[in-house]
Nanobody
């Protein structure tokens, strides 16, 4: 079983920045991603990175968010800049043992392992 623990969430004003981290207990997973869920809305894929460091971003965050992973593949990051109120939500880290390609990386059903989430609140 892969354990994922997110941290770094918080409250920030619009235009501000936050960096989320996700620590994994198993660095053999080949694809990791960030998803978010706002109240009353479906969970949506935000950004993903696979073993070859192929990245995929939701259109709503392109140019503002950057996903990265450390050299040991033990910690996943999401650098979030120019935050908007619509970025508010619970952010979840996800991982899978398959090396997902771009067409699959932002689909929640592709991931077997999930963290508990960290809350991000952006005020206007």
């Amino acid at each position: 079983q892969v354990r994922l623990v997110e941290s770094g969430g918080g409250s920030v004003q619009a235009g501000g920045s936050l960096t989320l981290s996700c620590a994994t207990s198993d660095n053999s997973t080949k694809c990791m991603a960030w998803f978010r869920q706002a109240p009353g809305k479906d969970r949506e894929g935000v950004a993903a990175i696979n073993l070859y460091e192929t990245t995929t971003y939701a259109n709503s965050v392109k140019g503002r968010f950057t996903i990265s992973i450390d050299d040991t593949r033990n910690t996943l990051f999401l650098q979030m800049n120019s935050l908007k109120p619509e970025d508010t939500g619970m952010y979840y880290c996800a991982a899978d043992r398959l090396n997902l390609g771009p067409s699959s990386q932002l689909k929640s059903y592709e991931y077997d392992y999930w963290g508990q989430g960290t809350q991000v609140t952006v005020s206007s």
